[in-house]
């Protein structure tokens, strides 16, 4: 039986980490095996449990506990469910954004890097993404098109944001990922990786030459939105890459971009 709780008003503090807290306070950085995240879509949710994130809380609408969330609360019966009438969680700025269905969930320990490197052929490496609809995009390219791993650089936004979670539709939980060290670069390659910096600079290669295809070990790198990779960045890497294009135009979105590369990686 499903353990609800029936809100009167959208100040009631259960629903801080929902609608008061910033990305950085449920993160909890100074405490991190105190943070948590958050789920939103059953769907989205449905994943996190299955690949054994464990809630703290749900929100949402009553309809939605005899409706899409009923196997969701069968299996996780001691967590809370906070609930209200319509009105009062669409007055809860985002709310109405969602499905209906949110979870706050714990924050897992960050995996080690070797572990999630362990069988890795075909890596992505996100260096300075800071837009969270980009990098769940990203995130939803690598699971789609068989990236084995995915590893942000400290300068990349929280892969367990809220936007990120939802934009990536749960495939965060799916793929293996971790965060690099400041000396990412070189460890990959201590690990026997290539590296290929997709960059618009005169010695890139076009993204299906053969000497990419040639490489048993693979990290492809994509930067930031607005400058994209630094110089030094891509001189450490031991390619250039892009994307041939057409009609004058220089280069596509982040997001489009690498679910051009990751296909062509996949080939």
């Known amino acids: 039986m499903a353990n609800v709780i029936y809100l009167n008003s959208i100040e009631d503090p259960a629903l801080d980490v929902y609608a008061r807290l910033t990305e950085a306070q449920i993160r909890n950085r100074l405490e991190p095996e105190k943070g948590v995240f958050i789920a939103e879509s059953p769907k989205v949710i449905r994943l996190a449990l299955a690949t054994g994130f464990e809630p703290v809380s749900f929100l949402m609408e009553k309809k939605h506990i005899e409706g899409d969330a009923r196997d969701l609360l ?9 609930t ?6 669409q007055s809860l700025t985002g709310y109405a954004l969602t499905r209906g269905v949110l979870a706050a969930m714990k924050r897992p320990p960050l995996p080690a890097l070797d572990a999630v490197l362990d069988g890795a052929k075909r890596v992505a490496v996100l260096d300075g993404i800071v ?11 690598a699971a789609a098109l068989n990236i084995d791993a995915v590893l942000f650089s400290p300068t990349c936004c929280d892969p367990l944001n ?42 890139s290669l076009p993204m299906d030459d053969p000497r990419l295809k040639a490489c048993k070990k693979l990290a492809i790198v994509l930067g930031a939105e607005g400058d994209g990779l630094s110089r030094e960045t891509i001189v450490a890497c031991d390619f250039a ?13 982040v997001a489009a971009a690498s679910a051009v590369a990751f296909w062509e990686l996949r080939r």
Not at 84 to 89: A, K, T
Not at 134 to 140: P, Q
Not at 241 to 253: E, Q, R, T
């Open 241 to 253: 890459v892009k994307i041939p294009m057409a009609h004058g135009v220089d280069s596509l979105n």
């Open 162 to 203: 809220r936007r990120a979670v939802r934009v990536s539709m749960g495939t965060i939980f799916q793929v293996p990922w971790t965060v690099l060290p400041q000396n990412g670069l070189q460890f990959l390659r201590e690990r026997g990786f290539f590296t290929a910096a997709m960059a618009l600079v005169d010695d």
């Open 84 to 89: 209200g009438n319509r009105e009062l969680l």
């Open 131 to 141: 837009d969270a609809s980009n990098l769940g995009a990203i995130v939803r390219s």
């Open 74 to 82: 069968l299996r996780c019966p001691d967590a809370p469910v906070y």
